[in-house]
């Protein structure tokens, strides 16, 4: 792919697991995202659509920011733990260095 495109990856067997903890779309933004969703009452997927959008665009940016900087040291940490699952705390995220 990097020679056809440009584009670098991770080949298969490099990835250390896949978990909801290696996606920072998982460990980060759709927790708050679900979370806020069960606040709201809704009756339509027109609705449901809109309220994601609303919802989607609220999650400040730093946020996700500190989760995909922190996604290598994750991942370091998720082999160090042999593939076990990390504790989804909001400052293990947020405390990561890279």
């Known amino acids: 792919m990097k020679t056809d495109a440009g584009i670098p990856y991770i080949p298969f067997q490099h990835i250390p697991a896949k978990s909801p903890d290696v996606s920072p779309m998982d460990y980060c933004a759709f927790g708050p995202l679900k979370r ?13 659509w809109k309220v994601v959008e609303e919802e989607w665009k609220s999650i400040p940016l730093e946020i996700l920011r500190k ?27 947020l405390h990561f260095r890279h």
């Open 36 to 48: 806020s969703l069960f606040k709201r009452i809704l009756t339509t997927i027109d609705g449901l």
């Open 67 to 93: 989760a995909l900087l922190s996604w290598k040291s994750r991942c370091r940490l998720i082999v160090q733990k042999k593939g076990y699952q990390l504790e989804h705390l909001k400052k293990l995220t």
